[in-house]
C-alpha cells in the first residue's frame, strides 16, 4: 500500500526548499564569520542566530515530507556566495536571499493549490507570514545603513548598528518552536 502522502512533484518541490533553506543558513554563517572578521561581533551575532533559524526552517520542512510518508532526499549544498564588500553590500545580500526565498515558497503555494493539497498549503502559510517578517527585517536593516551613510557611512554610526544588532532579540528560538497552529 502506498502511504505517501504528497505527489512526485511536491515531494520535489519540498526537497528543493529544504535545501534552500539548508542553503541559506550556509550563506548566513558565511555573512557572519566575514562580519566578525571585520570585528563587528553584534552583526556576526545577529547572522549566526539567523544562520541556526534557517536551519529550523530547513528541519520544519524535512520533518513535514517525512511526516506525510514521503521521502527525504538530502542534497549537495552550494558555496555560498563571494564575501559583501561593505555591511551594506551584506544586508543588500540578506534582502536577496530573502526575496529569492520569498519566490521559491510562493512557487510551491501556488503549487499546493494547483493540486488541491491543502495540508502542504496550510503547512506553508507559517512560512509566508515568516517571509514577510524576514523581508520587512531586512528593509529595517538597509533603511538603517541608508540613513547612517549607506556606503559611507561613519565608523561610529556602523558601531551603534553593530551594538544594536547584538543586543536584538534572539528570534531562532521562537522560530523553532512554532508550529503552523501556533506561529507566533
Request: with cysteine.
Given at each position: ?74 542534497a549537495?549544498?552550494s ?51 515568516e ?48 508550529t ?5
Amino acid at each position: 500500500m502506498n502511504t505517501d502522502r504528497l505527489s512526485p512533484a511536491m515531494n520535489l518541490a519540498l526537497n528543493h526548499q529544504l535545501t534552500t533553506e539548508a542553503e541559506a543558513a550556509q550563506s548566513y554563517l558565511a555573512l557572519a564569520s566575514w562580519a566578525d572578521d571585520k570585528g563587528y561581533s553584534g552583526i556576526s551575532n545577529f547572522l549566526f542566530r539567523h544562520a541556526h533559524e534557517e536551519r529550523n526552517h530547513m528541519m520544519k520542512f524535512l520533518r513535514y515530507i517525512l511526516d506525510r510518508g514521503s521521502k527525504v532526499k538530502i542534497a549537495a549544498l552550494s558555496e555560498p556566495g563571494p564575501d559583501p564588500k561593505s555591511i551594506q553590500d551584506c544586508f543588500n545580500k540578506v534582502f536577496e536571499q530573502e526575496v529569492s526565498n520569498t519566490e521559491s515558497i510562493n512557487k510551491i503555494v501556488k503549487q499546493s493549490f494547483e493540486e488541491q493539497d491543502w495540508a502542504t498549503w496550510n503547512f506553508l502559510q507559517w512560512f509566508v507570514k515568516e517571509q514577510v517578517e524576514e523581508e520587512t527585517l531586512a528593509l529595517n536593516l538597509l533603511d538603517k545603513i541608508k540613513i547612517a551613510g549607506g556606503e559611507k557611512a561613519a565608523d561610529e554610526a556602523l558601531l551603534e548598528l553593530n551594538k544594536e544588532l547584538g543586543h536584538m532579540p534572539d528570534e531562532a528560538h521562537s522560530a523553532s518552536s512554532a508550529t503552523e497552529s501556533h506561529p507566533s
